[in-house]
C-alpha cells in the first residue's frame, strides 16, 4: 500500500512538472556564475554534484557552501543577483500562486545577500525557516541562525518580512529578527556591512546552548506552522481530488453513451479546469512538506546532533530529557503530515 | 600498477610482433592471459576492502583517542548518527569535537557481529522512511554493519571501503548501556 502510495506521489510530481512546462509558465533558474572553495549542488534528484560556473540551479536545487566556499549566482542576465556566503544552505523553490508559479529563494542555514534590479520583473519571494519575505527592487541580506532565528537587513529598497501571521515593512538600512515560530521582533537601524553574521549565528548558538528546551520548542512551533498550512492545502486538495473523480466517472459515461465530441466538450469544460487547479496546490503541498525537510534536516538535526553528543556521557540530565521528548514530538508530527508527501530523491 | 599494466600490454604487443605464426598463437594466448591476470589484480587495488573484526577495532581505538581530525576525514557526508541524517561537511568535525569534549569512549569493545547490508539493514539505525531512503540514496552496496559491545557501550557502526587503513564511517548508532 506504502509502495503504491510512493508510485502515485512520484507520477503527482510528474504531472505537475509537465503541466507547468506545457503552459510554459516553468519559472527560468538561475546560473552560478562565481565559485570559490568548494561548494555542492543538491539536486532535485537527489544527487549531490560539485558546483561549476554555468552550471543551472532550478527549482528543487539546493546550493551548500563549506566553511571555505562562497558562490554566487545570477538569474535573468545579472536582474538578480544572489550571494551564497559560507556555511551555508540555499535552495531554489517555487510555490503556485493564482495560478503561476513563484519563485522562492530559501536560506535554511547561513548568510545571501540578494539584489534585485527593476530589470526583473516580478521579484521572488525569499523565505528562511521562519520568515518569507517580499521585494520591492531591493538590495538586502538574509541570515538563517543555526537555531531557526533569521535576521534580515537591508541596504535598499523596501522588503515585508512576514512571519506567523504578523508582517513589518523594512526599508533601507533597517534590520529585524526573527525567532522561529513567533512574528517578527522590533526594527532596528543598521548600517551597511555591520552585521557580522559568525558572529550572530554564535549568539544564536550560545542562546541554545543556555537554553535547548525554548530554543526546541520554538522550532517545533514553525513546524507546527508548516503543518497548518500543509493540512488546509491538503484538505483543499483531496475536495478537488474527489470532485475531478467524480467528473472523470461522469465523462467516461458520456463518452460511452453520447460519443468523442460531446465527451470532448464537457471534458475541457468540467475536468481541465479540476486539474489545473490541483496542479499549483500540489505543488505547494510539495513547497511547505521540503521547507519542513529542510527545516527538520539543517536546523532540528544539527541541535539534535549537538545535544545528543554533549550529554552522550549523562543522558539522565533533565534538561537533555526535556529537548529529547520535544525533539520526538517534533519527529512525530513531521512523519505523520509531511514524510506522506516526500520521496527518496528528497532526503 | 598502471604502469605495470602498460609495460605488460607493450611487452606483449612486441612478443606477437617478432615470432612466427605458430608460436605467435601461443604467445597471443599467453599475452592474453597475463592481460587478463594484470586486469584483475589492479580492479582488485580498487576493490572495497572487507571490513575483519580488527578494522573495527581499530576504528573503536581511533575513535577513543579523539583524534577528530582524522575522525573527520574518514567520515562520509551526510552520514547517520542515530537516526539523524547529518548533511554539511563541517558538521563530521562538530560531531567528533563534540563527542571528544563530553568524554566518550567505547571502552573494552568486543565485536559481536559484522554483516553486508541488505534491504532490512536500515531498521538498525532507525526504522524511519528517511533512514530508509538513506541507505538506498548514499550507502554502497558493498558497505557493512558491526556490532560492537562494551562495558559501558553499545555501538553500531556502518562501514565501508578503508582510508589510510581505517574503515570509511558512514553511520554510528549509540546506545548507552
Known amino acids: 500500500m506504502i509502495k503504491g502510495m510512493m508510485r502515485k506521489l512520484i507520477f503527482l510530481c510528474f504531472c505537475v512538472f509537465f503541466l507547468f512546462a506545457a503552459a510554459s509558465i516553468f519559472a527560468e533558474g538561475a546560473v552560478v556564475v562565481y565559485i570559490d572553495g568548494w561548494v555542492d549542488i543538491k539536486k532535485s534528484s537527489g544527487d549531490r554534484i560539485e558546483a561549476w560556473e554555468g552550471d543551472p540551479v532550478i527549482s528543487g536545487d539546493s546550493v551548500i557552501t563549506g566553511a571555505a566556499s562562497y558562490a554566487e549566482l545570477e538569474k535573468e542576465s545579472a536582474a538578480a543577483v544572489i550571494k551564497i556566503a559560507p556555511d551555508t544552505v540555499f535552495t531554489y523553490r517555487e510555490i503556485g500562486e493564482n495560478g503561476e508559479k513563484r519563485t522562492v529563494l530559501s536560506c535554511t542555514l547561513g548568510e545571501v545577500g540578494f539584489k534585485f534590479s527593476k530589470a526583473l520583473g516580478r521579484e521572488p519571494m525569499i523565505a528562511t525557516p521562519s520568515i518569507v519575505v517580499g521585494v520591492r527592487g531591493t538590495e538586502f541580506t538574509v541570515f538563517a541562525g543555526m537555531d531557526g532565528s533569521a535576521l534580515i537587513a537591508v541596504d535598499s529598497g523596501m522588503v515585508q518580512v512576514s512571519a506567523s501571521g504578523k508582517t513589518v515593512e523594512l526599508v533601507k538600512e533597517e534590520g529585524v529578527e526573527v525567532k522561529p515560530g513567533e512574528g517578527p521582533g522590533q526594527k532596528f537601524r543598521i548600517l551597511r556591512g555591520k552585521i557580522d553574521y559568525s558572529a550572530w549565528n554564535k549568539e544564536r548558538f550560545d542562546a541554545f546552548i543556555d537554553h535547548p528546551v525554548e530554543a526546541v520548542s520554538r522550532i517545533a512551533l514553525q513546524m507546527d506552522d508548516y503543518i497548518r498550512k500543509i493540512g488546509s492545502l491538503q484538505k483543499e486538495y483531496d475536495t478537488l481530488r474527489e470532485k475531478l473523480k467524480r467528473e472523470r466517472e461522469s465523462y467516461k459515461k458520456l463518452l460511452d453513451e453520447k460519443g468523442k465530441e460531446t465527451s470532448a466538450e464537457y471534458y475541457r469544460k468540467n475536468i481541465e479546469p479540476i486539474t489545473h487547479q490541483t496542479a499549483p496546490l500540489f505543488l505547494n503541498l510539495r513547497y511547505y512538506a521540503l521547507s519542513a525537510l529542510s527545516m527538520r534536516r539543517y536546523v532540528l538535526g544539527r541541535l539534535y546532533m549537538i545535544m545528543n553528543t554533549k550529554y552522550i556521557t549523562d543522558q539522565s540530565n533533565k534538561t537533555y530529557v526535556q529537548f529529547q521528548e520535544t525533539y520526538d514530538k517534533i519527529l512525530q508530527t513531521f512523519t505523520e503530515s509531511v514524510v506522506p508527501l516526500l520521496v527518496d530523491a528528497d532526503i | ?177
Open chain 2, 1 to 177: 600498477m598502471i604502469f605495470s599494466i602498460q609495460e605488460a600490454t607493450i611487452s606483449s604487443m612486441m612478443i606477437l610482433s617478432v615470432k612466427k605464426e605458430k608460436r605467435g598463437k601461443k604467445r597471443l594466448y599467453a599475452a592474453a592471459a597475463l592481460l587478463l591476470m594484470l586486469f584483475s589484480l589492479s580492479s582488485c587495488m580498487t576493490f572495497q576492502a572487507v571490513q575483519k573484526e580488527s578494522d573495527i577495532l581499530n576504528l573503536i581505538a581511533l575513535i577513543n583517542t579523539g583524534d577528530t581530525d582524522r575522525l573527520s576525514a574518514l567520515t562520509a557526508v551526510p552520514f547517520l548518527f542515530n537516526g539523524e541524517i547529518i548533511a554539511l561537511k563541517d558538521d563530521a568535525r562538530v560531531f567528533w569535537s563534540s563527542l571528544k569534549a563530553a568524554g566518550f569512549s567505547i571502552e573494552d569493545p568486543s565485536v559481536k557481529d559484522i554483516s553486508a547490508v541488505d534491504e532490512t539493514s536500515y531498521r538498525q539505525f532507525g526504522d524511519s522512511m528517511e533512514v530508509r531512503a538513506f541507505f538506498r540514496n548514499y550507502v554502497p552496496k558493498t558497505a557493512r554493519t558491526a556490532l560492537a559491545v562494551s562495558s559501558n557501550r553499545t555501538v553500531r557502526l556502518l562501514v565501508n571501503g578503508k582510508t589510510e587503513g581505517y574503515p570509511n564511517i558512514f553511520g554510528i548508532k549509540i546506545l548507552n548501556d
